[in-house]
């Protein structure tokens, strides 16, 4: 079946004057440029193209590679505010349009912001909306519990960070689980933690089973520590090689080196310190 606004593997049924026509297992037929034919056709008969509506709600097929996909969501910049709604950048001659009344606040124009991508079969036009939570379903999970999973920011609060997983479910990493700096629209790997009774998805950026901390400071030196085997540090150090090396204060630096010590995973000595974990 060809599907309007998504990338995929279409068989060439024959040439004609505007073009290839392709096509699947079902009645529809595109075309596809002469302009972006192959020369030499394609090997086994079958070409990678994009399927989207052109100016007169006619599908027509691309080989370029649009930024955004019907089911998909990215971090897109607003060309102009103008009649229909907001006109962006996704990578294509004609910008996307995102409707008012798929616009969750007024966006603005030169702003980026994190949107998905859908098919409205009823105007014959693919467009963009702002409003994540409606485009994301977590009625059945296609994830489970310690799975790895692609995730994007599309905002942040207090209780933390609510992301995208798998271009499909809602997610949120409890502000406690976040020990980087994160912004809305980073791309990130992440793991499932827990899958809650009402199918809501608590989401960790670090591997189920890897040892968790009391805070981020212990966290950054434990993986420091991990990653080099030895600091020449030690909590007789002054403060300015302390916070040259960490960013961190004297005071942080010496609580998150006394949780490791409590936990055996290091030995101080009198030059620095090592890690046994």
Do not use: C
């Not at 024959?14 to 075309?31: K, P, S, T």
């Not at 192959?38 to 989207?52: Q, Y």
């Amino acid at each position: 079946m060809i599907r309007p606004g998504r990338t995929q593997l279409l068989r060439i049924l024959r040439r004609n004057r505007e073009g290839l026509v392709l096509g699947d297992d079902d009645a529809l037929e595109v075309v596809l440029p002469l302009s972006e034919a192959p020369r030499d056709g394609s090997e086994d008969g079958h070409l990678r193209v994009f399927v989207a509506p052109n100016a007169d709600g006619r599908l027509t097929a691309t080989t370029r590679t649009p930024k955004i996909e019907a089911g998909t969501f990215a971090k897109l910049r607003v060309l102009a505010i103008r009649g229909a709604g907001a006109h962006v950048d996704w990578g294509m001659d004609t910008p996307l349009l995102i409707p008012h009344d798929d616009q969750k606040k007024p966006m603005e124009d030169g702003r980026w912001y994190v949107m998905g991508a859908y098919y409205d079969k009823e105007a014959k036009r693919l467009h963009g909306s702002t409003r994540i939570e409606e485009l994301l379903d977590n009625t059945e999970l296609t994830v489970k519990e310690k799975e790895k999973v692609d995730l994007l920011v599309f905002g942040k609060s207090d209780l933390g960070l609510s992301v995208i997983v798998n271009n499909k479910h809602q997610g949120l990493v409890h502000a406690n689980e976040v020990f980087k700096p994160v912004t809305v629209g980073d791309r990130l790997i992440g793991y499932v933690k827990t899958v809650r009774p009402d199918n809501k998805l608590d989401i960790v950026l670090q591997p189920i089973g890897y040892r968790q901390y009391i805070d981020a400071h212990t966290t950054l030196l434990a993986k420091r520590l991990e990653a080099k085997g030895y600091l020449a540090l030690t909590d007789k150090s002054s403060a300015e090689e302390i916070y040259e090396e960490f960013g961190i204060s004297k005071k942080a630096f010496k609580k998150a080196l006394g949780a490791l010590y409590k936990e055996r995973l290091v030995r101080i000595g009198e030059d620095g310190v090592v890690w046994i974990g």
